[in-house]
Each structure stands twice: as C-alpha cells, then as structure tokens.
C-alpha cells in the first residue's frame, strides 16, 4: 500500500504564494507518477499538476499554468506544489494521487490509485 500526506495549506491573501507538500510512504510506493488536484465546496474534484516518476514530465490545467509549479524530490519521497499569484478561485481542497502506472502520466482522477487525505487552502483577504 501507499500512503500519501499533504501538507503546507492554510489561508493566504490573494497574490500570495503557497507550497504544498505530498510526502509519500509505503513499500510499494516507488516514487510513481503523482498529480494534484482540487476540490472547491459543491464542485467536482478536478485535475491541477501531475509529475512523472522522474519528473521530467510535467502537466498542468490551463486555469493554473504559468503560475503553478510541480516538483519533486525522490529521495525524499516527496512531491511539491509551489502556487503563485493565487486567486480566490483556487480556494478548494488539495489532494495528492500517486499512479500505479509508470506508463503514462494522467490528467483523469479514476488512473490514480492512492490519494491523501487532503490540505485546505483559502485564498481571502
């Protein structure tokens, strides 16, 4: 099993910056393809980043690009997310998902086989 934790949430004013982390642990957790994604209150739960294994590969939603960023720090098992410039609109939950899948790196929620337990951020002044 994998498990994954996030951390780093909380509440910042708009055009303010904050980074979540996603610490991953588990023996069959072999730093796989991780995403985030977001769930505001009333709304589906939707994509935002996702790395691959190596990190070479990065994808994002349109709505963050250019002011969200992605990393990873595989010997620490751990995948960040760096939000910039954030608005109220990204005020949601935060989850991390990891994929089984070293094959493919997926914007769809239902190709993500672990998830944490999620990180509130609130974008408000």
């Known amino acids: 099993q994998v498990q994954l934790v996030e951390s780093g949430g909380g509440l910042v004013q708009p055009g303010g910056s904050l980074r979540l982390s996603c610490a991953a642990s588990?023996?069959?957790?072999?730093?796989?393809?991780t995403g985030w994604f977001r769930q505001a209150p009333g709304a589906e739960r939707e994509f935002v980043a996702a790395?691959?294994?190596?990190?070479?590969?990065?994808l994002y939603a349109d709505v963050v690009k250019g002011r969200f960023i992605i990393s990873r720090d595989n010997a620490k098992n751990t995948v960040y997310l760096q939000m910039n410039s954030l608005k109220p609109e990204d005020t949601a939950v935060y989850y991390c998902?990891?994929?089984?899948?070293?094959?493919?790196?997926?914007?769809?929620?239902?190709?993500?086989?672990?998830w944490g337990q999620g990180t509130q951020v609130t974008v408000s002044s």
């Open positions: 998902a990891a994929d089984h899948d070293d094959n493919r790196l997926s914007i769809y929620k239902v190709e993500y086989d672990y």
């Open positions: 588990g023996r069959t957790f072999n730093n796989n393809p």
């Open positions: 790395i691959s294994r190596l990190g070479l590969r990065t």
